[in-house]
Nanobody, 126 residues
């Protein structure tokens, strides 16, 4: 079993930055595909970014491409999401997710991820 705990959320003004972290425990995630998803009030949970086991393959939702960067530190069993130029529409609860597969063809498919964190709130004011 893998337990995931997100941190780094908060309130920020539009144009600001935040760095989310996801700490994994229970087993190493060095061979896992990792992803970030988010859910805004009244909306379905949506894909934000994904990264394969080595970090050499990343994938982003069009809405965050060029502003967000996903990265991982396998030695520390952590994954990060650097969010720059935040917009009010980025306001959501952000979730970290893990798939035991080292690579998945479609990072955005939520059913590929077996493990989920509890989420961290990100609020962007205009």
């Amino acid at each position: 079993q893998v337990q995931l705990v997100e941190s780094g959320g908060g309130l920020v003004q539009a144009g600001g930055s935040l760095r989310l972290s996801c700490a994994a425990s229970g087993r190493t995630i060095s061979t896992y595909t990792m992803g970030w998803f988010r859910q805004a009030p009244g909306k379905e949970r949506e894909f934000v970014a994904g990264i394969n086991w080595s970090g050499q393959s990343t994938y982003y939702a069009d809405s965050v491409k060029g502003r967000f960067t996903i990265s991982r530190d396998n030695a520390k069993n952590t994954v990060h999401l650097q969010m720059n130029d935040l917009k009010p529409e980025d306001t959501a609860v952000y979730y970290c997710a893990a798939s035991s597969l080292p690579y998945i063809p479609n990072y955005y498919e939520q059913r590929r991820y077996a493990y989920w964190g509890q989420g961290t709130q990100v609020s962007v004011s205009s």
